[in-house]
């Protein structure tokens, strides 16, 4: 089977694009940060850390220290396909950070984007 493109791409080119989706809607790049942390396990520095890196969106994920299990509370869709229903687990985590970031751009309140 073939790896889908964005598996290779450096998680570091596409942060920006998070952050910018986040601030044109009057949101921080710390709340970004918070989301990443709160899916992710990473510390601020260990996040830090894989953009100075330029790592890949797979070992992004692969060097997780700990997904958080409310992930599975993730919902909804995201280009066009619903999160709870993709197969792929890299893909799964990728959209779920992408259905997150969403949500804070519609200006829901933290606690409900991290599932408080």
Not at 58 to 63: H, N, P, S
Not at 67 to 72: E, K
């Amino acid at each position: 089977m073939k790896k889908h493109r964005i598996y290779a791409m450096s998680f570091a080119s596409v942060y920006p694009h998070y952050v910018a989706k986040a601030e044109k809607k009057g949101r921080t790049k710390a709340e970004v940060d918070e989301i990443i942390v709160w899916l992710t396990g990473y510390t601020q520095k260990g996040l830090e850390a894989q953009l100075k890196q330029e790592t890949t969106f797979e070992d992004f994920f692969a060097q997780a220290p700990k997904m958080n299990p409310a992930r599975a509370l993730i919902k909804g869709v995201v280009c066009g396909v619903r999160v709870e229903e993709i197969d792929e687990p890299l893909m799964q985590e990728i959209r779920y950070l992408d259905k997150l970031v969403d949500e804070l751009a519609k200006g829901k309140a933290m606690e409900k984007v991290l599932r408080a």
